[in-house]
Structure formats: structure tokens, C-alpha cells
């Protein structure tokens, strides 16, 4: 909660619990006590803004305003001794009063304006978008009508700032718009998000450094900014990271200014991909391998999640090819004089995503030899992969819902590399999609749901450590203490494996 936030709750609370009192005699500035919780409220709102969480206290602010605006008009002293009933009623409406701030305290916790955390490496961050067409691949589909594969991306790179640059905010307004319309929460639901600074820097330079820097290239499920936190730390580190809008999932793609591309809602290949995940064979499949522990059956399973879902392994390599592309242009962009101009390092080249990105990581790391490490954040893995073990350092990074094993443990096995198992105790798939301070419903408070961790600030620092560490030791050759275990975190489950 900002400061101002907290100023108002106190003054109105405070003049709330005066009224009711009986005083021996009343101070002549009491009359003009409504008008105190009022100042401090037009202050908080034209100095941090309006707050959709507050609006309980701007609505009782208000009222009590208004009721006591008379008696500032007139110039009346309120009775030092009220009648009993006035009395009473004023000692209801305090009680009223004080639990609308309750209401108020719970709502801006539960969906705060948090902090961005610092990012723990030296360099400072620029971040730009790039609109991308690939005119080797025919879409007809494609949102902006070109015939061709449209996609955008977004980096958060080292950057050197000269003072002019502005930092970014956590998301745009058109995009909140974008999400609801493909059935995301309503746009007032995260208008908060607006007033939030990132700590990167719109269009800064890349940093000129003798050191060159790797590149990671990240594949999402939806949104492509919501690891924002994530992003953010690699890049102080010492990473290029990407993040694809991929055409006909991702929320919204991105001009070079950028500028929102509306999608025009859910699209009819997105839809089709629903149906078919929705089929029972393919909730069969994938509640074996959720739920066996033993490897023969959860290879079968596998097998028949393979045959069970043309349509999603079509678009699974789709997504891998995007990949492909995107690292294409990126090698034009790192031409001297272009945007990057030489600084990066395209012979180091991670993988990551989530969900089904997570599971395009295991498609391109199989499939195209410039993935030299990858990661899967809580994707189901199918596709190619089945038939061509990884050959390269992996990690599996799952949630832990009751009952259900790690989705990628056949894959584990298999690898011919190092590789990693994690599972955080508490965690969902929606929480390792967006780790941040964000908040949480206050259905979590009354205890009617525990499906969600309680903290996304610490699980963001979980995800930040080991996926910082994994890259690290496989892309810049460093030590990485964190991946020879045990995990320094109580609700980690960590296994290693090393190259045969």
C-alpha cells in the first residue's frame, strides 16, 4: 500500500472513532473534522492516483464529507453531550464505517501495488519489441491480414542509459483491454498494474562490453511479458532475453513501437486446439502420466497423448519454428551497426517457456542444434521429443498440485545430459506462469481454496535463483552451487543427474 494510501485509511479511521465521543467540551476546529479524510483523499489521488481497491475509502470518505458538510457550512459546534440516540447511531456508523477500511486494508493487499524487486546483477536493463514476418511460412490467418507467419518479440537486455530513457510500466491499458476480450480478467481488474515501474528502460542502448552476451529465448502461453521479474534479472546479469508473441495464442502482438496489435479475440485455431485437449483420450493420457509412478506406463501414456493430439503437435512445431526464426533475425539484428551490434553471443543459446511453451523448449532443444541448454517450466512435453531423447542440459521446473507427479520424469530419465527435476510443494500451474508480489483472492484468506502459493514475491525469488544458476553453469561455463543440492528451500524437491 503507497503512503498516501495508508495516510488516508488512518484519518479516516481516526475521525470515524472521534464522532461517537463524548467530550467536555468540544474544540472549535471539530466541525470541520469531514473535511480532513476528503483533503487527504483528493492528495493521494492526484498525486498516486485512483485505485480501484480503494474504493471503499473514497465512497466513505465521501460520505462522511457530505454528512458533515452542513454543520461546516453553518458554522454549528456539535453538541458536546449528544442525545442518546444520535448517539448510538454514531456509534453503528463508526462500527460500519471501520469495517468498510477493513474491507480496504484486504482488498489492496490481496491485489497490491507492489514493488518491482532490484535485479541482482550490474548492469542496468533496456527492453524494445519487434514486429517479425516470416515470408517463408504462408498464414492465412494472420491477425494483420499479410498472408504470411506474423509474430512479435520483446527483449530485456544490458543496457547503457544516458538520462533520457523512461522506465516502462508492468502493462500497457490496451493490453489489459486485449486480455478481456480473450476471456482475461476485465481491464479494470489490473488497471493498478499501469502506475507500476519496471526497472527497465524503454529503447536504451545496448551496453558496449567486452563481454558478449548470451541469448535466451523464451516461449510463453498467452501473455509474453508476465515474467517480467524473471526477464529482468537475467538481463542485469548478462543475458539477452526474447520473449515471442506467438500469432493466435499470445494475448497481443507488438509494433517496433511498441504500440498494441489487436488479435480480434480468441482465434478459431486456438479454439480448435481447446477442443482437442478437451478429448478423453487425451485427459486419459495425461492423467496416467500425472498420476503412475511406473515408467513403462508412463511411456505408453505418453505415446497415446502423441496420437491423440495432431492438431497441438502441428502447433507445436510451429512454435519451435518460430523460435528458429526469431534466432535468424536476431543474428541480422547483431550486425555491426544494427540494434545489438555484435554484443550478443549466438553460439550460447537457452530455451525456455511455459506450458506449452515449456514444451516447445523440449521440441526445439531435440530438434535444432543451436539450443545449447533448455527449460520447462510446468509444460506437458509431447511432440518429437518422444522420439529423439535431449542431448542437452534440461531442466523440468514443475508445480506441485496434490496428487500429481512431475510431467516431465520420463524425460528426465531419458536425457543424455544433465538434467534437473524440481517441484515446488504448494504451487500450481497458474502461479509458475506469473510469479510476482501480486497478490492473491481473498478466497485464499478464508481458507476455501489452498491451490495457489501464498507468496509470489518468494516463489519468484525461487524461480529467479535456479533458472539464473541453470543458465549460468550451461551458457557461461560459471559454478553453480544451487544445482549440486539439496535445495536451500523447504518446499523444493530437487534431483540432479549428470551425462552418461
Known sequence: MRLLEMLLLIVLALTLVAIPLTWTKRPKW????????????????????????????????????????????????PSATPQRASRALAIIGCFVGLVIVWI???????????????????????????????????????????????????????????????????????????????????????SHLDRIRTHAYWKASIAQSAERFPVILYSPSGNASLHKILFEELASRGYLVVSISHPHWS????????????????????????????????????????????ISVVERAQINLNRARPIAISELRQWAEDVGFVLDQLSEMNQPGEVFNRQLDLSQVGVMGFSLGGATAGQFCTTDARCQAGINVDGFMFGDILDTNLKV????????????????????????????????????????????????????????????????????????????????????????????????????????????
Open 251 to 294: 494475448n497481443v502482438l507488438f509494433g517496433d513501437q511498441g504500440m498494441v496489435i489487436p488479435q480480434g479475440g480468441l482465434s478459431e485455431r486456438y479454439m480448435t486446439w481447446f477442443e482437442e485437449a478437451r478429448k478423453p483420450t487425451v485427459g486419459t493420457a495425461q492423467g496416467q502420466i500425472n498420476s503412475v509412478d511406473d
Open 30 to 77: 471539530l466541525r470541520f473534522l469531514a473535511a480532513f479524510p476528503a483533503i487527504v483523499m483528493l492528495l493521494q489521488i492526484v498525486i498516486e492516483g485512483y485505485r480501484w481497491q480503494m474504493a471503499p475509502a473514497y465512497a466513505l470518505t465521501t460520505i462522511v464529507f457530505l454528512a458533515g458538510l452542513p454543520t461546516m457550512i453553518k458554522g454549528q459546534q
Open 104 to 190: 480496504t486494508i484486504e482488498l489492496s493487499a490481496q491485489v497490491p501495488a507492489f514493488k518491482m524487486p532490484v535485479p541482482g546483477g550490474p548492469y542496468a536493463i533496456g527492453t524494445r519489441t519487434f514486429l517479425l514476418v516470416d515470408e517463408s511460412r504462408i498464414d492465412e490467418d494472420s491477425p494483420i491480414n499479410n498472408g504470411y507467419r506474423t509474430m512479435s518479440i520483446q527483449a530485456w537486455y544490458p543496457a547503457e542509459l544516458n538520462g533520457e530513457e523512461e522506465p516502462t510500466s508492468y502493462i500497457q491499458p490496451d493490453i489489459r483491454q486485449e486480455m478481456e476480450e480473450l476471456n482475461g480478467p476485465p481491464a479494470w481488474y489490473n
Open 393 to 500: 542440459p534440461f531442466m523440468f521446473f514443475h508445480s506441485s498440485s496434490p496428487g500429481v507427479e512431475p510431467v516431465g520424469v520420463l524425460f528426465y530419465e531419458w536425457a543424455e545430459n544433465d538434467a534437473y527435476l524440481l517441484q515446488v510443494a504448494g504451487s500450481n500451474h497458474h502461479d509458475l506462469g506469473a510469479p510476482a508480489p501480486t497478490g492473491r483472492p481473498i478466497i485464499l484468506q478464508l481458507g476455501l481454496s489452498s491451490s495457489q502459493f501464498p507468496d509470489g514475491a518468494y516463489l519468484a525469488q525461487v524461480m529467479n535463483e535456479y533458472i539464473s544458476a541453470f543458465f549460468d553453469k550451461h551458457l557461461k561455463n560459471k559454478p553453480a552451487a544451487l544445482l549440486d543440492g539439496p535445495s536451500p528451500y523447504p518446499e523444493v524437491m530437487f534431483m540432479k543427474k549428470g551425462r552418461n
